[in-house]
Antibody
Framework: EVQLVESGGGLVQPGGSLRLSCAAS????????MHWVRQAPGEGLVWVSR????????IYADSVKGRFTISRDNAKNTLYLQMKSLRADDTAVYYC??????????WGQGTLVSVSS | DIQMTQSPSSLSASVGDRVTITCRAS??????LAWFQQKPGKAPKSLIY???NLQPGVPSKFSGSGSGTEFTLTISSLQPEDFATYYC?????????FGQGTRLEIK
């Protein structure tokens, strides 16, 4: 089964930027839509963004629109999330997830982003 | 946005019990409903899609039903490894939205 490994999380100051990566262990990465979902400490799951299999279509939650950019490099089997103007309420574990059609089928292990001064 | 509401928010049960979790959507989502299991400190795991279809490798003790606005997840013969938090999610329209979660605890 495909494995998804996120990286790039860490501590960043408010207003700062961070880029998350998600490496997929499969050459069929380019066939699937991909998502980012986040979970604040002690809270529930919140969908962040989705990108189509070829990268031509993206969509975002209102809370991150204009600040976050989802992208992918199918040649490298890697998904990205560029995050700018980070706020304290962006603090969360960020999961990448592989879609199967319109639904989420496989999750990565997550990477923690902490926004604090 | 479509709001998803789970009940109960928490549930205590014993090993061997059968439990049911309900998820209600604020509008008709046909059967575009998924269920996930999450254990403390771990990533979620996909259980069910299309309201009632098990993901590959998910044991048949898990079952889902419903359509429209009301859905259920049933877990039969609870085992220690089943005690976790369960989330429903609609994928009828964006933004995708999750229920608040149901924490299943050992009695």
């Amino acid at each position: 089964e495909v494995q998804l490994v996120e990286s790039g999380g860490g501590l960043v100051q408010p207003g700062g930027s961070l880029r998350l990566s998600c490496a997929a262990s499969t050459s069929t990465f380019s066939n699937f839509w991909m998502h980012w979902v986040r979970q604040a400490p002690g809270e529930g799951l919140v969908w962040v963004s989705r990108i189509s299999s070829d990268g031509s279509s993206t969509i975002y939650a209102d809370s991150v629109k204009g600040r976050f950019t989802i992208s992918r490099d199918n040649a490298k089997n890697t998904l990205y999330l560029q995050m700018k103007s980070l706020r304290a309420d962006d603090t969360a574990v960020y999961y990448c997830a592989r879609g199967m059609g319109p639904f989420i089928a496989v999750w990565g292990q997550g990477t923690l982003v902490s926004v604090s001064s | 946005d479509i709001q998803m509401t789970q009940s109960p928010s928490s549930l205590s049960a014993s090993v061997g019990d059968r439990v049911t979790i309900t998820c209600r959507a604020s509008q008709d989502i046909t059967n575009f409903l998924a269920w996930f299991q999450q254990k403390p400190g771990k990533a979620p795991k996909s259980l069910i899609y299309g309201a009632s279809n098990l993901q590959p490798g998910v044991p048949s003790k898990f079952s889902g039903s419903g359509s429209g606005t009301e859905f259920t997840l049933t877990i039969s013969s609870l085992q220690p490894e089943d005690f976790a938090t369960y989330y429903c999610q609609q994928y009828d329209s964006y933004p995708l939205t999750f229920g608040q979660g149901t924490r299943l605890e050992i009695k």
